[in-house]
């Protein structure tokens, strides 16, 4: 089955370049596209749709704000933020709104077609080192590093969880933190799904949101 892909931007030529990469492609599928966030919304009450490619910057609604109303509706499609360099304060906000990762408008194709299949796939959010790149530019939005953490959940985890928590939230994808902690992959990805169970959190970006808004890690990815 197709992965059914939604392109929302409010630039023609830029919705026409990625549903040409996306159309040659047999597992997927664009089967709607939107100007705004607000006709994305409303395409998705009518549009079955698993993976959302949402620009942020956009006239009537932006996509930080819609990445907020359709990840908080039932089962939502997963989205990732497209952004530029220049923009990363709105893919900040856009993966505290929800979105599974960003992606820069100029990524290569091979790249934006691996990121689609990913979060499809419900595995790693796309880059996370990259992800982390984002944070450690952004640290002033997060608090110091003289900072507790203040996240009450986190003091469920266990000492190993912990660990996972704080390589996860540098950038480790599940095969660094086994080879690291010296465990299987399937432990980590084990490990992984509860910390997300036990903290409410949906996928690994929101981890490294988590981790820097407490203070679990500092702005330039060191752990506590």
Known sequence: MSIRVMLVDDQVLLRTGFRM???AQPDMEVVAEAGDGAEAIENLRSTAVDVVLMDVRMPRLDGVEATRRICAAPNPPKVLILTTFDLDEYAFSGLKAGASGFMLKDVPPGELLGAIRS???GDAVVAPSTTRRLLDRFSPMLPSSGAEPQHKELERLTEREREVTLLVAQGLS???IAARLVLSEATVKTHVGRILTK???RDRVQVVVLAYETGLVRAGGGGR
């Open 119 to 121: 979060v499809h796939s």
């Open 21 to 23: 990469v996306l159309a």
């Open 199 to 201: 903290l409410g959190l």
């Open 174 to 176: 599940n095969g660094e």
